[in-house]
């Protein structure tokens, strides 16, 4: 970081994103405000840890990485994978949305929910019950590949049989979408494992 055209420290974390940027920068102010200076408030700002549901690592197979976020609403979708997507680059993103919250439900953001996930390579919607509207729409309006699915256990079977090394399956739900995370690493494992048999 800079301040005052002068070098004050360098914060290495596991957060990603620009709007994570934008928070460190403006926690630095704030603590200046109150007399920390910036090159104390960026050392303690290489220790925070991030939130649970924020980007989560849940776990790896083959290279295969499976990470949990909260995002729930079109902004904090499109914010989540742009971020995600700075961070690896040209590698695939497969994104797996549970559109679980009210107004994901009700139909407030369904002209903008599948615009939203543009940063991913492939989507894959769990499709809520009993809507009174017309959900296809979403993967229609997708520009990626955006396919619909009645149960997480076809999103894990289609996810997995997908997936591979250096690909990056980011789930997204403000609940706990089935365990659908721990279903996927299982999965992944099992596949790898029937590959490393196939190999003897």
Known sequence: MIYQD?????VSWDLIGLH??????????AAR???????IAVQA??????????METKGQVNGITVYDDFAH????????????????????IIAVLEPRSNTMKNGTHKDTLGLSL???????LLEPQNLDWDFSQVAKDCPVACALHQTI?????QVVEKAQTNDHILVMSNGGFGGIHQKLLDALTTKEAIKEAAKK
């Open 20 to 29: 994570n940027v934008h928070n460190a920068l403006m926690a630095i102010g």
């Open 73 to 92: 609403h079109p902004t904090a979708i499109a914010t989540t994978l742009a971020g995600l997507r700075e961070k690896v680059g040209e590698q695939k």
């Open 33 to 39: 405000n109150v007399g920390v200076t910036p090159d």
């Open 6 to 10: 002068e070098v004050v420290g360098r």
């Open 153 to 157: 256990e076809n999103i894990v079977d």
């Open 45 to 54: 700002l290489a220790t925070f840890k991030n939130a649970k549901r924020r």
């Open 118 to 124: 543009a940063d991913a390579n492939s989507v894959h």
